[in-house]
């Protein structure tokens, strides 16, 4: 019997929970491009990232956040570049994260790309296909028809 080729994936991308300590670390890559996709506050991944469902972490000044829902693929969300100088090479943060994901054994998916986050990938990753999901958009209720 052959003895099974342990599994290589890039040892910069060590993933961690989603907790209260990581508030801090994680709105520092979060804040500054100030996405209006309403996912992509802190509250609202703490709140459906727990028991390992979101995961993070750190690497080449950038923030990857990775999902795994039961009974759903795993996906990444965009990466969130660490300043002006990781936005310059946001290419290698998209080749990191799809790295790990080929690597695991999966197609590289990436979810709820949004702006500025579209540009990036439409100017520095031409290669790569963005598909709208219309029935994955945010949504405004007007008060009015709530009451």
Partial sequence: MATPIPLCVPECLQFHDISLSSKALVEKYLK????????????????WGG????????????????LHFPGET????????????????????MQ?????MEEVG??????????PFTSWIQ????EMVLEER?????YVYEAESLI
Avoid: T
Avoid at 134 to 138: G, I, K, L, S, T
């Fill in 32 to 47: 500054p491009w100030q996405s209006e996709n309403a996912e992509f506050g802190f509250a609202h991944i703490y709140m």
């Fill in 51 to 66: 028991d390992g469902k979101i995961q993070y972490a750190e690497a080449d000044g950038f923030l990857f956040l990775k």
């Fill in 74 to 93: 795993m996906f990444f969300w965009p990466p969130f570049p660490k300043d002006e100088a990781a936005k310059a090479r946001y290419r290698e943060g």
């Fill in 96 to 100: 990191l994260a799809c790295q790990y």
């Fill in 106 to 115: 999966m197609r590289p998916l990436f979810k709820s790309v949004a702006e």
């Fill in 123 to 126: 100017e520095q990753c031409p």
């Fill in 134 to 138: 219309r029935e994955n958009f945010d």
